[in-house]
């Protein structure tokens, strides 16, 4: 699962699946295969933010942390309802569902609203 969020700068320059594959090369060590499936919109309804986030395949790469990441493991569907907030562990379990349609949701940074 991706999250383009504020990434304003890189989809100004690039269109959207190669800014996708940027960031997440930048943010996290992995080069992913594209295409890559949009499987959710998701809207901060108190910070007013909009994410796309994409069902992805890691294509080669180790997990590495940079400046915009403290930490990074691969967990299954349990562990991120344990290890994330409702509002972003729900974005992993949408994407986790190659079958269902992208899902839009919002929440208020914590909770689904």
Aim: negative net charge; hydrophobic residues 45%; aromatic residues 4%.
């Amino acid at each position: 699962m991706v999250v383009i969020e504020d990434a304003a700068t890189a989809l100004r320059e690039k269109a959207i699946p190669d800014a996708l594959q940027s960031e997440v090369l930048e943010e996290t060590g992995i080069k992913i295969a594209l295409p890559a499936t949009l499987s959710g919109v998701h809207k901060n309804m108190t910070g007013l933010i909009v994410s796309l986030v994409f069902r992805c395949q890691a294509a080669d790469g180790t997990l590495t942390t940079g400046d915009e990441t403290r930490a990074l493991r691969w967990a299954t569907r349990e562990e991120v309802i344990e290890l994330a907030d409702e509002a972003y562990a729900i974005r992993v379990l949408d994407a986790s569902y190659a079958s269902s349609p992208p899902a839009v949701r919002a929440h208020d940074g914590v909770k689904l609203v």
